[in-house]
């Protein structure tokens, strides 16, 4: 392509109502950083992406641990649907959140275990107001990047949240169902309804314009996408072979999910228990993946670069009927050693994995330049609680995928000294997100092996 001219990187499509972020097409960079690894503070290169994705409850670590360390290792039964992926990511074995710990505070391993998470601090035992934890490592880094993108971060959970009320043993419900906190006592409430992600991620923030846009693609049976029509075809008649090709699979990845969140919308509709419409699916595993990729489309369209998810909060006690689990997960993590429960436990835990594995792969699918979207990534999984029936918070079930834009070493099980914070792992994150942090939580120090 001809590459004497060049789009703003901050181009959008635009509609009534509707602004559509673009991906990073070759034509917003300038020929030397066609194919820059590293990612810059004014976007000139491929920007590197964060995300926090929290499991509840700990892991059957029998099935979760690998045997051996280094390269070679063979994956346990719960990793094994990251087999096709063992070299996007990394098994990361000995970290801890000494905060999540009673320190004298009694019971509520649950709700300190979300509210440590990613703050590193140990939150203050109350079912009141007066909540504060700390600062959370996303929250960090939105400060100093989310300035380059539209949203400066992304919250999403699979379950409701609750920002009052107790919880957990005289904890406050805001603890449990956040991960994300902005200051010591304010948290980022995530959002649960697919539908109002979509209309986050590609509205144009006027309340107005973005009733109109919605009433007239509901009455004329329309695509987002039909609004940008014009703007779209404007672009692409300007583009090079390579960026109309990626341009039009974005479009495509757009009306996809839009497509199965109205299938959504309409399958629940026609639940006996339908209150009003929404977009949130009944079924778990559709949530699961809508939500994984709404993450995915943020990150291919630089609409946010740090992002978290819960999949579900600590101590839910949904049960998984559909792999063949009756019982609720939180009373089958208190296993007593019953083997017939750890291995319905590494049963849902593989089940995690599989949606983990499928957002992975997704990410691997996206081109940019010479690599992935998951090269230029950085996402830890996992959560703060180790064995749900100890309810230990050391050797915690961590994986760190994607390369970080080549600053990472994946494809290998990695064993830290134990009691390891887990907070010097996100001091190394930060590190190369271009965030100066000189402290996270209870960090000690970046993680030098990473």
């Given at each position: ?22 991906p990073m097409l070759e034509a ?94 140990q939150a203050r035992k109350t ?280 600053t990472l070493t994946p494809a ?39």
């Open positions: 392509m001809n590459k004497t001219w060049q789009i703003p990187r901050r181009t959008f499509l635009k509609g009534l109502g509707t602004v559509i972020a673009l917003m960079l300038p020929p030397a950083k066609l194919f820059a690894a590293d990612a810059t503070e004014t976007g000139t290169a491929f920007p590197r992406r964060m995300a926090f994705v929290y499991i509840p409850n700990g892991a059957n670590m029998e099935d979760w641990t690998p045997k051996t360390i280094g390269a070679d290792y063979e994956l346990p039964y719960i990793l094994q649907p990251l087999e096709p992926l063992r070299k996007d990511f990394q098994v990361i074995s000995g970290l801890a959140h000494d905060k999540a710990r009673p320190h004298g505070d009694g019971p509520g391993d649950h709700a300190r275990a979300s509210a440590t998470f990613l703050t590193g601090c079912k009141g107001a007066d909540i504060k934890v700390g600062v959370s490592v996303d929250q960090i880094a939105a400060e100093k990047v989310g300035k380059y993108t539209r949203l400066p971060s992304l919250e999403l959970s699979c379950d409701r949240g609750r920002i009052a009320g107790e919880c957990d043993s005289g904890y406050s419900c805001a603890y449990q169902f956040n991960l994300s906190w902005k200051t010591e006592s304010t948290p980022m409430p995530p959002e649960v309804d697919p539908r109002l992600v979509f209309d986050r991620l590609f509205s144009n923030g006027i309340a107005e314009e973005t009733g109109e846009s919605r009433a007239k693609r509901d009455l004329y049976n329309q695509s987002i996408l039909d609004l940008v029509t014009e703007d779209a075809s404007r672009l692409k008649s300007r583009l090079g072979y390579t960026d109309r090709h990626k341009l039009d699979e974005y479009l495509t990845a757009v009306r996809e999910l839009e497509q199965r969140i109205q299938q959504a919308e309409k399958f629940a509709a026609s639940q006996p228990d339908f209150v009003r419409p929404s977009g949130i699916p009944k079924q778990y595993e559709q949530h699961l993946r809508l939500m994984y990729d709404m993450m995915a489309l943020a990150f291919q369209s630089d609409s946010t670069r740090v992002a978290t998810f819960i999949t579900a909060h600590d101590g839910d006690d949904r049960p998984y009927p559909f792999i063949g689990v009756s019982d609720g997960h939180h009373t089958l993590s208190h296993h007593q050693n019953d083997q017939a429960k750890k291995e319905k436990i590494a049963k849902i835990n593989r089940f995690h994995m599989e949606q983990f594995g499928r957002f992975l792969t997704r990410l691997k699918s996206i081109k940019e330049g010479e690599g992935t979207l998951l090269d230029n990534c950085m996402i830890v999984y996992g959560g703060a609680i180790g064995d749900g029936n100890r309810h230990n918070h050391d050797n915690l079930p961590i994986l760190l995928a994607g390369q970080g834009g080549g290998r099980h990695v064993k830290l000294d134990k009691e390891t914070p887990m907070t010097n792992l996100y001091l190394s994150m930060l590190d190369r997100m271009g965030v100066a942090a000189q402290r996270v939580g209870d960090s000690t120090g970046k993680l030098e092996d990473v």
